[in-house]
């Protein structure tokens, strides 16, 4: 077990039925892995039996090197290792996909921190969930002003500006509720998502910590 663990770990053998899992003629299985907060996919690699068995038993990603013909734990030279937060198998048997907590939020080996981060042979931030693309939009708005843009007018303004906003906002979703229209909530509760995403980015809180903060509550 790798020092980073903590030594209430438990192994996550019973995790999945390791019998089931249909490998290829090579014995290897395909493994996407996936942040578990905001759903990125990180990365595809290679495991086999026993890198499944070390990734079960430690909670941290181990894979198979094709080219090298040995095992990898990821992570073990750079730092950057990926504590596993659940396994799941496909319909088929034959693909697993790890959700992990990326420690140091990098897991392509240029320093990305996804290894899908071309688009045509130019960088882009890999695709997330919806609030985690918005709030990547609001502080670019941020660091990169635009007089035209609403958001850039609501950053300028500052907490007196955002802040009264999140108010009107929240008054309408209640309104809304009130009036049980499916709709106007649904609407109502976008406005009042962004203009907090807004609030986050002027006080430069970043989304996954609030992301953290919701899994706290789902225990």
């Not at 392509?108 to 130019?122: A, M, V």
């Not at 708005?141 to 906003?165: F, H, M, Q, V």
């Given at each position: 077990?790798?020092?980073?663990?903590?030594?209430?770990?438990?192994p996550l053998s019973n995790a999945i039925p390791i019998e089931k899992i249909r490998y290829d003629e090579k014995g290897l299985v395909p493994a996407i892995v996936q942040d578990y907060l905001d759903g990125?996919?990180?990365?595809?690699?290679?495991?086999?039996?026993?890198?499944?068995?070390?990734?079960?038993?430690?909670?941290?990603?181990?894979?198979?090197?094709?080219?090298?013909?040995?095992?990898?734990?990821?992570?073990?030279?750079?730092?950057?290792?990926?504590?596993?937060?659940?396994?799941?198998?496909?319909?088929?048997?034959?693909?697993?996909?790890?959700?992990?907590?990326?420690?140091?939020?990098?897991?392509?080996?240029?320093?990305?921190?996804?290894?899908?981060?071309?688009?045509?042979?130019?960088?882009?931030?890999?695709?997330?969930?919806?609030?985690?693309?918005?709030?990547?939009?609001?502080?670019?708005?941020?660091?990169?002003p635009n007089e035209s843009s609403y958001t850039c007018k609501l950053l300028a303004g500052g907490d007196n500006k955002i802040l009264k906003k999140i108010g009107e906002e929240s008054a309408e979703v209640?309104?809304?509720?009130?009036?049980?229209?499916?709709?106007?909530?649904?609407?109502?509760?976008?406005?009042?998502?962004?203009?907090?995403?807004?609030?986050?980015?002027?006080?430069?809180?970043?989304?996954?910590?609030?992301?953290?903060?919701?899994?706290?509550?789902?225990?």
């Amino acid at each position: 077990m790798s020092s980073s663990q903590s030594s209430s770990f438990k192994p996550l053998s019973n995790a999945i039925p390791i019998e089931k899992i249909r490998y290829d003629e090579k014995g290897l299985v395909p493994a996407i892995v996936q942040d578990y907060l905001d759903g990125t996919v990180l990365m595809m690699a290679w495991m086999n039996r026993e890198s499944l068995l070390r990734t079960l038993e430690t909670g941290e990603t181990w894979f198979w090197s094709r080219s090298r013909q040995e095992f990898w734990h990821k992570g073990a030279t750079s730092g950057h290792t990926q504590k596993i937060q659940g396994i799941r198998y496909d319909c088929d048997s034959d693909a697993i996909l790890v959700t992990v907590e990326q420690i140091g939020d990098i897991a392509c080996h240029t320093g990305e921190r996804s290894c899908f981060h071309q688009i045509d042979g130019n960088i882009s931030p890999p695709p997330a969930d919806t609030l985690s693309q918005v709030f990547q939009v609001i502080c670019d708005r941020r660091d990169n002003p635009n007089e035209s843009s609403y958001t850039c007018k609501l950053l300028a303004g500052g907490d007196n500006k955002i802040l009264k906003k999140i108010g009107e906002e929240s008054a309408e979703v209640v309104m809304a509720c009130k009036d049980d229209d499916a709709d106007a909530i649904a609407g109502e509760v976008a406005d009042l998502l962004y203009h907090t995403l807004v609030a986050l980015a002027h006080h430069k809180v970043d989304i996954k910590d609030v992301y953290r903060k919701l899994q706290q509550r789902k225990r």
